[in-house]
């Protein structure tokens, strides 16, 4: 069979309702070469570029991993990463600080996504409103996909949301992640089923069909078709990627608890006596998002995990009943910073446990000789260093993923400089082949990125 016969954007379509469906295919055997290591038209694999993004901070303390290089070793807040078997994709960056500094969430959300300080528009309070100066690092990545026909996908990009925004009024800088500009972002979608109907084209679609029909029912003809045109190991890995499918339908399916409030049922994931469904939901974002990325959908996306200041109880976490932002402010630091706070400490660890499920998703999913993990470049990191401190310094910054094999992987790098954050976000966006040279604007501009991660 000729390797070249199908296109790496094949779409297999079926009716539900009247409504036109699409599910995406993973990348086959007969999409590449012959050493499985570039499509088949000679092009590279395609690279992604991610932002996964959580409020509040960490503890230092049990952040920061012991020794540099390849012989580091984590502290408990990273140990699920870990434990999950992802080291050598991991690039954790420390010693580094936001230069443009003047009100910690605000000057932390705007320069670890902007690399500028973020842009006044008024007070409210005993504080300030505001909104990022220019588009954020994602959306810069996006003009780079987009500007090329070989590598533009269907979206330009997609913004995903877990825990629910319970913030303030301190304008778009607080509340959403992904910005086009000032006063102009790009709302994360915090609905299961929303994301589900958009990836698969079913916008137009009644929900009840949804709930009823699966979209794999709908094309079963052009599945039966494909398989008996593909080799047989690209048929097993078919068989997969429609498991995945059929997975995530079961669930959105799934009847809701009996004290979820009725007037949302198909909301996949309501609050159990008011508490979010925070793993669950971030168990299928995850799963939609790797399935959308398998089937290069988008090749740029954030992941809004929980806010800037976020006030999301990790009511998991024995005894914490105050939102996340309150508890870093109430929760007393002891004499020895090995110990303090438990409760925020635990949510943190927790909130890496999250990140954890997201990579090995990611890892997981084959790709030529490869995976999409290794094959992304993936800017983890929140808007401050300490919660209760609201610190910018010794900023908590985590590149996962191997950019395509540019990014070395497996290696602690610390600064003794007390470098400018911008020159993390600068050795992103030349590991996903973004030929910037340099990143920020005034005080949070760099134009070196940190050569020892780079291959």
């Known amino acids: 069979m000729n390797r070249s016969h199908f296109n790496r954007r094949t779409l297999l379509r079926g009716m539900i309702a009247g409504t036109t469906v699409g599910v995406g295919l993973p990348l086959l055997e007969s999409m590449l070469d012959r050493h499985g290591e570039a499509l088949a038209q000679g092009r590279p694999l395609p690279k992604r570029f991610g932002v996964w993004f959580w409020g509040n901070g960490v503890r230092r303390a049990q952040w920061t991993p012991n020794g540099t290089g390849s012989g580091w070793t984590p502290r408990e807040e990273m140990q699920p990463l870990l434990d999950a078997g992802l080291r050598t994709?991991?690039?954790?960056?420390?010693?580094?600080?936001?230069?443009?500094?003047?009100?910690?969430?605000?000057?932390?959300?705007?320069?670890?996504?902007?690399?500028?300080?973020?842009?006044?528009?008024?007070?409210?309070?005993?504080?300030?409103?505001?909104?990022?100066?220019?588009?954020?690092?994602?959306q810069y990545a996006a003009d780079h996909v987009m500007a090329d026909a070989a590598t533009r996908t269907r979206y330009r990009s997609l913004e995903l949301g877990v825990c629910r925004f319970h913030g303030t009024d301190e304008g778009t800088?607080?509340?959403?992640?992904?910005?086009?500009?000032?006063?102009?972002?790009?709302?994360?979608?915090?609905?299961?089923?929303?994301?589900?109907?958009?990836?698969?084209a079913m916008s137009g679609a009644p929900q009840?069909?949804?709930?009823?029909?699966?979209?794999l029912s709908a094309i079963q003809d052009d599945i039966r078709?494909?398989?008996?045109?593909?080799?047989?190991?690209?048929?097993?890995?078919?068989?997969?990627h429609f498991d995945s499918v059929r997975?995530?339908?079961?669930?959105?399916?799934?009847?809701?608890?009996?004290?979820?409030?009725?007037?949302?049922p198909l909301d996949s994931y309501p609050d159990d006596m008011g508490r979010e469904a925070i793993e669950a939901k971030n168990r299928v974002m995850s799963d939609l998002?790797?399935?959308?990325?398998?089937?290069?959908?988008?090749?740029?996306?954030?992941?809004?995990?929980?806010?800037?200041?976020?006030?999301?109880?990790?009511?998991?976490v024995p005894g914490l009943r105050n939102?996340?932002?309150?508890?870093?402010?109430?929760?007393?630091?002891?004499?020895?910073?090995?110990?303090?706070?438990?409760?925020?400490?635990?949510?943190?660890?927790?909130?890496?446990?999250?990140?954890?499920?997201?990579?090995t998703r990611l890892r997981d999913t084959p790709e030529g000789t490869t995976n999409v993990l290794h094959n992304s470049t993936i800017l983890?990191?929140?808007?401050?260093?300490?919660?209760y401190a609201h610190t910018n310094d010794e900023y908590p910054i985590l590149l996962a993923g191997r950019g395509g094999g540019s990014l070395r992987g497996n290696y602690h790098w610390r600064s003794g400089a007390r470098d400018n954050t911008s020159r993390a976000l600068l050795t992103a966006l030349r590991s996903f082949g973004h030929p910037a040279a340099s990143y920020g604007v005034a005080e949070g501009a760099s134009s070196s990125p940190i050569a020892e991660l780079l291959v």
Request: with cysteine; aromatic share 8%; hydrophobic share 35%.
């Open 323 to 359: 939102g996340m932002h309150q508890q870093c402010h109430d929760e007393r630091a002891s004499a020895d910073p090995a110990t303090q706070q438990p409760m925020v400490h635990a949510a943190t660890t927790f909130t890496m446990q999250q990140l954890a499920y997201f990579l």
């Open 208 to 215: 009840v069909a949804l709930a009823r029909q699966s979209v």
């Open 289 to 316: 998002l790797a399935l959308a990325l398998a089937c290069d959908l988008t090749r740029v996306f954030s992941v809004q995990f929980s806010t800037c200041g976020a006030g999301t109880v990790f009511w998991m």
């Open 89 to 138: 994709y991991l690039s954790p960056i420390t010693g580094c600080e936001i230069k443009t500094a003047t009100h910690p969430h605000h000057s932390g959300m705007a320069g670890i996504m902007t690399g500028q300080r973020y842009h006044q528009l008024g007070t409210t309070r005993d504080t300030i409103v505001t909104t990022f100066a220019r588009q954020s690092i994602d």
């Open 225 to 240: 078709a494909l398989q008996s045109q593909v080799s047989a190991s690209d048929r097993i890995r078919l068989e997969q």
């Open 247 to 264: 997975a995530i339908e079961a669930r959105l399916a799934a009847p809701p608890p009996t004290c979820a409030t009725p007037m949302r």
């Open 173 to 200: 800088t607080f509340q959403h992640l992904s910005h086009n500009g000032p006063n102009n972002p790009n709302q994360s979608e915090y609905s299961p089923l929303s994301v589900y109907q958009r990836l698969f």
């Open 380 to 387: 983890c990191t929140t808007e401050l260093s300490e919660g």
